[in-house]
């Protein structure tokens, strides 16, 4: 039985200039141990389809419509607050984008990462201090006893990732939620990052969703890949698969715009056109206008997802019906 199953998502954001539709009927599952690689370009969903999960949405304006996250035999949309409160940030934490805004600027460093241990945990505060301290030491913080009192200004870039790691996993979490940790860092300081991640995976035995827009980050890191774009899912894949083969026209796409796949000396290739407006109906494929495959049958009705392989499926009618082979 999957550690976490996600069934229908929908999550809308109702404004004054419109509905935006961001999760528009995600479905998917996670189970124990396990990787999953959410991709996609800016605004395909991948954030929003985490924080509905956490019940990070703000509401108004944003409102789940349906679906459901069954967790362990607790459906997390619509359990009581107490319930979830139990569960998020003890067996379910979250690594934030951007740590200078998500970190407290205003509070030390020990007592940020302390917080979910009190708060889920009845130690004393001298018990919290020291797992805090052992866990900053194990996501690699040098001099852990004296920079624990820092506050969050004293660090790195890279450091106060490692902190938000340090908060979030210390708790020992059963599923980790990384939202792109390693989106503001420089490349060397990435790696060590991913590398962080995957070793404490195999310590803790926890499953990880890990979400960013760069598909050659989850190439070496992720068990299964769905790609996201307009807010559905259009492949998912075991990732040797779905990089070996590629049904989907948008993920094909997506592998064609990394640069270290690229010759040298050639134009960098983009993808045509723009994203999605989510504010308005899609009728039919959301990728449609900006494929280079379309036909009208792509914009006549919503592709739904298709399973043609043992664990892989996709959303493309013409792949689908062997009138375009990206896998060749």
């Known amino acids: ?83 979830a409160r139990s569960i998020r940030g003890k067996r379910v934490s979250m690594i934030f984008q951007d740590p200078m805004t998500s970190l407290n600027p205003y509070l030390r460093v020990s007592e940020q990462v302390i917080e979910p241990l009190l708060i ?27 920079r624990i009192h820092f506050y969050p200004h004293e660090f790195s870039g890279g450091m106060r990732q490692r902190v938000m790691i340090a908060m979030a996993l ?34 803790l035995g926890m499953a990880v969703i890990f979400v960013t827009h760069d598909l050659g980050v989850v190439a070496g890191l992720c068990d299964n890949v769905q790609v996201m774009y307009g807010g559905r899912i259009m492949e998912t894949a075991g990732a040797r698969a779905l990089f070996k083969t590629p049904l989907h026209p948008y993920t094909r796409a997506l592998q064609r715009s990394i640069p270290a796949l690229q010759l040298k000396g050639e134009e960098l290739f983009t ?20 494929c280079v495959f379309v036909k009208d049958e792509c914009t006549a009705a919503r592709p739904e997802l298709v399973e043609v392989a043992p664990g ?13 082979d990206l896998g060749a």
Not at 172 to 177: N, T, V
Not at 272 to 289: E, H, Q, R, T, Y
């Open 120 to 146: 889920h945990e009845a130690i004393t505060k001298a018990q919290a201090l020291a797992r805090a301290l052992e866990m900053m030491e194990a996501v690699g913080i040098n001099d852990a006893a004296r």
């Open 1 to 83: 039985m999957p550690l976490l199953t996600v069934t229908d998502l929908r999550t809308y954001f109702h404004t004054r200039n419109g509905v935006y539709r961001a999760v528009d009927g995600v479905s998917f599952s996670v189970e124990r141990g396990e990787t999953l690689g959410i991709v996609g370009e800016s605004g395909s969903g991948k954030s929003v389809t985490c924080y509905s999960i956490m019940g990070l949405i703000p509401q108004p304006p944003g409102r789940i419509e349906s679906g459901s996250a069954m967790f362990d035999g607790v459906d997390l949309l619509h359990c009581s607050p107490k319930v």
């Open 271 to 290: 993808i045509p056109g723009l994203p999605p407006d989510v504010s308005k109906a899609i009728p039919g494929c959301a990728f449609a206008p900006r």
């Open 312 to 324: 892989h499926a996709h959303a493309c009618i013409r792949s689908r019906d062997g009138q375009i």
């Open 170 to 203: 210390v708790t020992r979490p059963e599923l980790l939620i990384a939202d792109e940790p390693t989106t503001a860092l420089d490349v060397t300081v990435q790696a060590q990052i991913l590398d962080l991640i995957r070793r404490l995976q195999r310590e």
